[in-house]
C-alpha cells in the first residue's frame, strides 16, 4: 500500500480529469504514521476538484476515526470516476444482541459540508443486502434515511453513523446470503454522482 501512496503523493493535483493517469487511478490513505503527508496530498487533490471547504471535509472524516463507531472506517479514497472523497469500512451495528460490523462506504460531496454525503452499503462476500419494508437501504446499497434530508452546515459523519447504527439495529441491511449466491453486477459509480 506504501508503494501506491508514495507514487502518487509527489505528483500535483490537477481539476482536469483527463490529466489523472490510469496509474493513478485512485489514491489511498489509511491511519498510519505518514498519515500527514497522505492528507496534505488529498487536500490538493480536494483543492482542485473544487471542495468548498477541504480542511473541513478532513476534519470531519479524522473527529469520525477517532469516536469508538467510527475507528473502523479506515480508508479514504480518491474515486476519480466522480472525484468525490470516499470514506470506506464498517461501523459496528447492536442487532438482535450481537455486534455486527456492518460495511459502508460515504461519498462526500465537493460542496461538504453544505450538502450530505452518499452512504451506500457494501455487503462483504456471503452477504447480500436486505431490501425489505422497513429497511433504510435501496437495491443498490444507496442508504435512504431522513437524516440526510435534514442534513446541514452543523451535521458530521459522526452523528450520521450514530444515527445508521440506530436504524440499521431495528433492520439490518445485510443478511447471510444463501449457497450458490451470486451478487448482481454492481453499476460502475453512476449512483454517487446523484
Known amino acids: 500500500m506504501s508503494g501506491i501512496w508514495g507514487s502518487l503523493k509527489g505528483g500535483r493535483a490537477t ?3 483527463r490529466d489523472v493517469s490510469r496509474a493513478h487511478a485512485r489514491t489511498v490513505a489509511r491511519w498510519t504514521d505518514d498519515t500527514m503527508a497522505n ?5 490538493q487533490v480536494m483543492n482542485g476538484q473544487g471542495y468548498a471547504d477541504s480542511r473541513k471535509v478532513m476534519a470531519d472524516i479524522q ?3 477517532r469516536t469508538e463507531i467510527g ?3 479506515t480508508t479514504v479514497d480518491i474515486d476519480y470516476a466522480t472525484f468525490k472523497v470516499k470514506a470506506s469500512g464498517t461501523i459496528p451495528v447492536v442487532y438482535n444482541g450481537n455486534t455486527y460490523h456492518i460495511p459502508l462506504a460515504f461519498y462526500i460531496d465537493q460542496r461538504h459540508p453544505y450538502v450530505s454525503p ?7 462476500p ?7 419494508a422497513g429497511s433504510a437501504v435501496r437495491h443498490d446499497g ?5 437524516f440526510f434530508d435534514r442534513w446541514n452546515s452543523s451535521s458530521s459523519l459522526q452523528s450520521c453513523c450514530e444515527t445508521l447504527a440506530y436504524v440499521f439495529g431495528q433492520v439490518s441491511p445485510v443478511v447471510a446470503a444463501p449457497a450458490g449466491y451470486v451478487p448482481p453486477p454492481r453499476p460502475q459509480q453512476q449512483q454517487q454522482q446523484q
Open 39 to 43: 492528507w496534505g496530498y488529498l487536500e
Open 15 to 17: 481539476s482536469r480529469r
Open 71 to 73: 475507528r473502523h472506517l
Open 126 to 132: 456471503g452477504m447480500m443486502l436486505n431490501v425489505v
Open 142 to 146: 444507496l442508504v435512504t434515511h431522513d
Open 118 to 124: 452518499k452512504a451506500y452499503v457494501e455487503p462483504a
Open 63 to 65: 473527529a469520525l476515526n
